[in-house]
């Protein structure tokens, strides 16, 4: 197998600095519109929703929501949300392209920050991200790219699908 | 390029680069995606539809055809069981299932007694269960499916890439890449290394551990008594492939040292062992 294998170790002080966050930023907004919709025509979709419509939406999906995450936009031949979710370690912005139907058809992680110790719930670090544009780089020296070993559990990747698929189906499908 | 996407449970990493420009790429990326859903489909134990749900429905009460990846994968678990004395078991599925980590399909009596000598293969692709047990592959079919992807790219002329299934990774290229190891207690990078080509995975029980009935468990359980494994400690291997690193953290994890040591030695794998950090 691999015995040409060749490793050497690095010195640790590269990453021994305080808070080091793992973060990329894959796709910009444009950028996942072209991957999943091609050169087609978007419209965007005025997501204001009511409280009604907010009440319906956390019962469905059995989730809190978040006014301002969700953004979306109609094609011809379906939909394209951007949303965020916030983990106890990590901030997740993300896209899903939707079928006419109202079946996902991709799913294309944005950005992906993970901070250590509780820092993504703190409003503080949630700080840095305000005024972020997509496709902004990543400028920190600290930001590490590779990394072995998860923590990652995409739990709240899923509830916040979940809770798109609500707002599609309990709010914009029926206009 | 790099993008990632939520697959395996996980959020999964690729990234290619090639002279071809930006479209060939993606278009080198939506392929891997695509040849690590079809292994996610083969053999997950929590589709009722894969293939390995069918041999885990089936084989104790008849032999089961599996397809040529699944039959591979299996073959390779049940030879690193094998060389390791069963401290890798693909079989410790009864023991997850009683510890609320893996869905229950059907209601056969899982056999506490059966162990992962008891899985037969007929023929190349034919098994059958000697006592009534479930396999999991998934110590093993991850770090089988970021091999699959990283050849997918390879096939599709990608100069360099890299594939990261929450730190199953494998990956190829001219440079060396920066890989960082999480501390298995905090899950902060902790350690890096540089590898040009090749596979590292890791696993540490910290990675799942939680209370159950006011015990604490994890999803890593020594196939020789069930018990789950709840030290601190974190593994990573690095193997020329990632089937091979992927099982290789638990034979390294429940091994006895000598026997870990040969293990790697044959594989052409280095282990490096965090110790165990703060008890929780």
């Given amino acids: ?175 | 390029m790099r993008r990632a996407r939520p697959v395996l449970g996980t959020l999964v990493e690729i990234e290619a680069h090639t002279p071809r420009g930006e479209s060939a790429a993606q278009e080198a990326i939506d392929a891997a995606y695509a040849e690590i859903a079809d292994i996610h489909r083969r053999m997950s134990v929590h589709d009722p539809a894969s293939e390995l749900s069918e041999l885990n429905g089936t084989a104790s009460r008849r032999p089961v055809v599996l397809g040529e990846q699944t039959a591979r994968v299996l073959a390779t678990a049940l030879r690193f069981a094998a060389e390791s004395g069963g401290a890798f078991d693909p079989t410790v599925a009864g023991h997850l299932q009683a510890l609320g980590s893996l869905p229950v399909h059907g209601d056969d009596a899982l056999d506490p007694r059966a162990r992962w000598s008891d899985v037969q293969f007929l023929d190349d692709r034919r098994v059958r269960f000697r006592r009534p047990l479930r396999v999991d592959l998934g110590g093993i079919a991850k770090g089988y499916a970021v091999d699959r992807a990283l050849a997918v790219l390879r096939c599709a002329g990608v100069r360099r890439a890299i594939v990261n299934a929450g730190g199953d990774l494998a990956l190829y290229g001219r440079a060396p890449q920066v890989i960082h190891l999480r501390d298995p207690a905090s899950g902060r990078p902790a350690r890096s290394l540089a590898l040009r080509a090749g596979a590292i995975a890791s696993s540490a029980a910290t990675f799942s551990r939680r209370v159950r009935d006011g015990r604490m468990v994890s999803d890593l359980i020594d196939p020789r008594d069930g018990a789950p494994l709840v030290s601190g400690t974190g593994v990573s291997v690095v193997a020329g492939d990632c089937l091979t690193a992927d099982a290789l953290t638990k034979v390294v994890l429940f091994a006895p040292p000598a026997i870990a040591a040969r293990v790697l030695a044959g594989a052409g794998a280095r282990a490096i062992v965090q110790p165990s950090g703060a008890a929780p």
């Fill in chain 1, 1 to 175: 197998m691999g015995s040409k294998t060749r490793w050497t170790w690095l010195p640790l002080a590269t990453v021994a600095a305080a808070a080091p966050a793992h973060a990329m930023v894959y796709l910009s907004v444009e950028q996942a519109q072209r991957l999943m919709f091609g050169a087609a025509a978007l419209e965007p979709l005025p997501l204001a929703l009511g409280a009604d419509d907010v009440a319906a939406v956390e019962h469905a999906s059995g989730t809190r929501y978040r006014t301002g995450a969700l953004r979306g936009w109609k094609a011809a031949d379906g939909y394209l949300y951007v949303d965020q979710v916030v983990g106890k370690h990590d901030l997740i912005t993300y896209a899903v392209a939707l079928t006419a139907a109202g079946t996902v058809r991709q799913v294309e992680i944005l950005e992906y920050r993970e901070a250590y110790g509780g820092e993504v719930r703190g409003a503080a670090w949630r700080g840095q991200f305000v005024g972020r544009k997509f496709g902004d780089p990543v400028a920190t020296g600290r930001d590490i790219q590779n990394i072995s070993g998860a923590t990652l559990s995409c739990q709240h990747l899923a509830d916040g699908i979940r809770r798109l698929l609500a707002v599609h189906a309990l709010v914009v499908a029926p206009r």
